[in-house]
């Protein structure tokens, strides 16, 4: 019996250990196991200035693990990007990456943009082009060097893959310098897993004459009637729509790399390219994750 006692003891101790050691192995952040994140880079179109390209250059990618910024050796730069040939839905790969397996959120591009007050660059790394073909730089704000942040978590699986979507808002990120007419570059980014992501693909309908329309994505009741003001300088009008779109003249749109959840479509008018009003909301749309909610939105429901 007390042989039997002792060897169920010496049992116990080597199951318990074994826990121990694989608990410690998971605490420890998973260290030396690798997995792959697959970075593409997509956009939401601006809704101003005639542009009809936006431009950027990356030079570099950066990720934040354990509070230090690390680069990723193996990103082949520097890359140029017309941000606006990157709409509806369309996207392009940056790179695919090996890294540590673990949960991040932030991801920093570093771009060859001339920092404000430097001059005017005579070869700029960033810049506009209108409609009449004139190219106009574009400015970052001093302290830019330092990068532009995309947040949004995914995990990094061990000997697996994780594909992200880098969704650059020009919207929201170009940006005018009071009477000086300088236009700025303020990057609103935000990570996106394609995988756990859903789109809108709607329809508007009875449509005025003359009229173009644009369709933001809020979170459901996260609108405000103020942000329909005209904003700050250097601020943008619906600053807090997840995403937007233009429509087509057929009336189509698209609303891409949207989180799970249900949302609110601001629906917006322009006269000569420029805001109108807001015609209507259409309340709680549900989008589900690798899946297209489809919409038909007869505009007179609004009247």
């Known amino acids: 019996m007390k042989q039997l006692k002792k060897f169920l003891f010496i ?22 196991l690798k997995g792959t994140l697959h970075l593409s880079i997509t956009d939401a179109p601006i809704d101003a200035y005639d542009i009809v390209g936006v431009y950027i250059t990356i030079t570099g990618i950066e990720y934040n693990h354990n509070g230090e910024w690390k680069v990723f050796e193996d990103f082949e730069g520097p890359q140029t990007f017309n941000l606006l040939e990157l709409t509806n839905g369309v996207s392009e790969m940056l790179g695919s990456f090996e890294m540590e397996a673990g949960t991040y959120t932030q991801i ?4 060859d943009a001339p920092v404000m007050g430097s001059g005017i660059p005579s070869n700029p790394g960033c810049w506009l082009e209108f409609a009449d073909e004139s190219t106009v ?57 394609e995988d756990q992501a859903g789109q809108i693909e709607g329809i508007l309908e009875n449509m ?7 369709v933001f994505a809020y979170e459901a009741g996260a609108y405000a009637e103020e942000e329909a003001e005209d904003p700050e300088e250097g601020e943008a009008r619906f600053p807090n729509a997840v995403v937007s779109t233009a429509v087509n003249e057929e009336g189509g749109f698209l609303l891409a790399f949207l989180a799970e959840g249900f949302y609110d479509l601001v629906i917006v008018a322009l006269v000569e390219g420029e805001f ?27 009247e």
């Open 208 to 214: 005025e004459e003359d009229t173009e329309y644009l």
């Open 108 to 111: 920093r591009f570093m771009l």
């Open 276 to 302: 109108s009003e807001v015609v209507g909301i259409y309340e709680d749309v549900e989008v589900i994750s690798k899946m297209t909610t489809n919409v038909t939105i007869d505009l007179t429901q609004f």
């Open 137 to 193: 730089p574009l400015f970052v704000p001093s302290g830019g060097q330092t990068g532009y942040k995309a947040v949004g978590e995914f995990t990094v699986p061990v000997n697996g893959d994780v594909y992200v979507t880098a969704d650059f808002d020009v919207r929201k990120s170009i940006v005018v310098a009071g009477a000086s007419g300088i236009f700025i570059l303020k990057p609103t980014i935000r990570l996106v897993v």
């Open 11 to 32: 049992f116990a101790l080597i199951g318990f250990s074994t826990l121990m050691v694989t608990s410690c192995q998971k605490d420890a952040g998973m260290d030396g």
